[in-house]
């Protein structure tokens, strides 16, 4: 553990019961990155850090820059895995070996901007509501030169006012300022910053990539804990914050507090955002969003045991429907199995154990819910695409982009995987 000087403290002398937050810096491959990225957890301004990278099997230069860190910043934890496991696997590795109350998750290949810890605290405390994780903006860069200051996505919903809860708000420096040990406030102007994003609704993906967000380590342990997980080499973020979001709600910060670096090798984007342009090939999104939603299914039919009891039976019944309700808006592929009665499978298959846990009334009841809307989302079943759809889902994307038509640009994202 690394507890960071900070110049802009104010002295306080309870500084010590503030949370531990856990930096683990996940790299494959990235050794021309990653010490910028370490150096980026060092410049935070927040005084309660430790940090840890896990290294995926990394066949680069990545083992020289390794052993440069176990010299000189021996207060850093490295963990090396023998074989390629996957960026959910690296999670999950990270987060055993950690400690720290809040959890963030650095790919290598990105930088933190030294107010990203301290700003994602002071939301997380300033709350009302305890929510699973925040998620900030984020900069793009390009050649080491910043090309953009936002995320489309996280942009759309904040700008669309959608989430703005200012009662759910009470300052923590004000509240207790002997225990915030800073002189000002990060976000001088939280209460228009921060958009709610609410448990158990199918809301699309709102949030920043990875090294975007910030998790209660109770919240990932939901999904991240003992047992198989499916197989999402390159899907991590999108299993972690649709599955936290669905249980735990989630808080979006309106400011940039990480330097998504583009270099042409990066698992999602290829480009920088540009109107009107994919930034990535479509089938990557949607191959994300099919395999994380099938991933959290998963995961609330294996275990339910254990989120049934955490849960509690009405809200894990909810959450299943939820699930159920947004199948429609992953598309179906050939080569792999439809999610049209995916769930409804995976009931009949568990259904003793789940009878067990829920109960029989409880269970009577999801087998049911989750059949009705199915048969009532039955009409908007995914196809094959046809050679002629995909044309025009790029007009109506590229027209409602250019001129920031939103519903026109969703319209055209369904045509898309219609």
């Given at each position: 553990m690394r507890h960071l000087s900070n110049p802009r403290a104010s002295g306080h002398n309870l500084v010590g019961l503030l949370p531990l937050v856990s930096i683990i810096i996940t790299n494959y491959n990235y050794g021309r990155f990653l010490r910028e990225a370490l150096d980026s957890v060092f410049a935070q301004t927040y005084p309660h850090i430790e940090c840890l990278i896990v290294d995926d099997a990394s066949t680069d230069d990545s083992d020289i820059v390794l052993e440069s860190i176990r010299r000189h910043e021996p207060h850093v934890r490295i963990i090396s895995h023998k074989d390629n496991l996957g960026q959910t696997t690296a999670f999950r590795t990270?987060?055993?070996?950690?400690?720290?109350?809040?959890?963030?998750?650095?790919?290598?290949?990105?930088?933190?901007?030294?107010?990203?810890?301290?700003?994602?605290?002071?939301?997380?405390?300033?709350?009302?509501?305890?929510?699973?994780?925040?998620?900030?903006?984020?900069f793009q860069s390009i050649n080491g030169r910043i090309v953009r200051s936002s995320w489309t996505t996280l942009s759309d919903y904040v700008a669309s006012g959608r989430g703005?809860?200012?009662?759910?708000?009470?300052?923590?420096?004000?509240?207790?300022?002997?225990?915030?040990?800073?002189?000002?406030?990060?976000?001088?102007?939280?209460?228009?910053?921060?958009?709610?994003?609410?448990?158990?609704?199918?809301?699309?993906?709102v949030y920043a990539p990875t090294s975007g967000n910030c998790f209660r380590r109770d919240a990932l342990t939901l999904l991240l804990g003992d047992g198989p997980l499916m197989d999402l080499r390159f899907h991590g973020d999108t299993y972690l914050n649709k599955g936290v979001r669905l249980l735990n709600g989630a808080a979006l910060i309106d400011a940039p507090l990480t330097i998504y670096r583009i270099h042409g090798g990066n698992g999602f984007a290829s480009h920088a955002e540009l109107c009107g342009v994919h930034s990535a090939a479509p089938f990557k999104a949607f191959r994300a969003e099919y395999f994380a939603w099938r991933a959290v299914?998963?995961?609330?039919?294996?275990?339910?045991?254990?989120?049934?009891?955490?849960?509690?039976?009405?809200?894990?019944?909810?959450?299943?429907?939820?699930?159920?309700?947004?199948?429609?808006?992953?598309?179906d592929f050939q080569q792999f199995e439809s999610l049209v009665r995916y769930i409804e499978t995976r009931l009949e298959t568990r259904a003793d154990s789940i009878r067990a846990c829920l109960g029989p009334e409880a269970f009577v009841h999801l087998s049911t819910s989750v059949k009705r809307v199915r048969k009532r989302r039955v009409q908007v079943k995914r196809r094959a695409p046809r050679p002629w759809i995909r044309p025009l889902a790029e007009l109506f994307l590229t027209m409602g982009r250019s001129m920031s038509l939103a519903a026109l640009t969703k319209f055209g994202d369904r045509l898309w995987h219609c």
């Amino acid at each position: 553990m690394r507890h960071l000087s900070n110049p802009r403290a104010s002295g306080h002398n309870l500084v010590g019961l503030l949370p531990l937050v856990s930096i683990i810096i996940t790299n494959y491959n990235y050794g021309r990155f990653l010490r910028e990225a370490l150096d980026s957890v060092f410049a935070q301004t927040y005084p309660h850090i430790e940090c840890l990278i896990v290294d995926d099997a990394s066949t680069d230069d990545s083992d020289i820059v390794l052993e440069s860190i176990r010299r000189h910043e021996p207060h850093v934890r490295i963990i090396s895995h023998k074989d390629n496991l996957g960026q959910t696997t690296a999670f999950r590795t990270g987060l055993a070996a950690s400690s720290g109350e809040y959890v963030v998750f650095l790919d290598a290949d990105d930088m933190l901007l030294p107010a990203f810890v301290e700003t994602h605290l002071y939301v997380h405390l300033s709350l009302r509501i305890a929510i699973g994780f925040t998620s900030s903006d984020m900069f793009q860069s390009i050649n080491g030169r910043i090309v953009r200051s936002s995320w489309t996505t996280l942009s759309d919903y904040v700008a669309s006012g959608r989430g703005l809860r200012k009662e759910r708000l009470r300052r923590i420096d004000t509240a207790a300022s002997d225990l915030w040990p800073f002189e000002h406030a990060p976000l001088d102007d939280v209460e228009s910053r921060v958009h709610f994003v609410g448990p158990l609704s199918s809301e699309d993906w709102v949030y920043a990539p990875t090294s975007g967000n910030c998790f209660r380590r109770d919240a990932l342990t939901l999904l991240l804990g003992d047992g198989p997980l499916m197989d999402l080499r390159f899907h991590g973020d999108t299993y972690l914050n649709k599955g936290v979001r669905l249980l735990n709600g989630a808080a979006l910060i309106d400011a940039p507090l990480t330097i998504y670096r583009i270099h042409g090798g990066n698992g999602f984007a290829s480009h920088a955002e540009l109107c009107g342009v994919h930034s990535a090939a479509p089938f990557k999104a949607f191959r994300a969003e099919y395999f994380a939603w099938r991933a959290v299914v998963d995961r609330l039919i294996d275990h339910v045991d254990e989120l049934a009891e955490r849960l509690g039976v009405d809200r894990y019944v909810g959450a299943l429907v939820c699930l159920q309700n947004s199948y429609a808006d992953h598309p179906d592929f050939q080569q792999f199995e439809s999610l049209v009665r995916y769930i409804e499978t995976r009931l009949e298959t568990r259904a003793d154990s789940i009878r067990a846990c829920l109960g029989p009334e409880a269970f009577v009841h999801l087998s049911t819910s989750v059949k009705r809307v199915r048969k009532r989302r039955v009409q908007v079943k995914r196809r094959a695409p046809r050679p002629w759809i995909r044309p025009l889902a790029e007009l109506f994307l590229t027209m409602g982009r250019s001129m920031s038509l939103a519903a026109l640009t969703k319209f055209g994202d369904r045509l898309w995987h219609c």
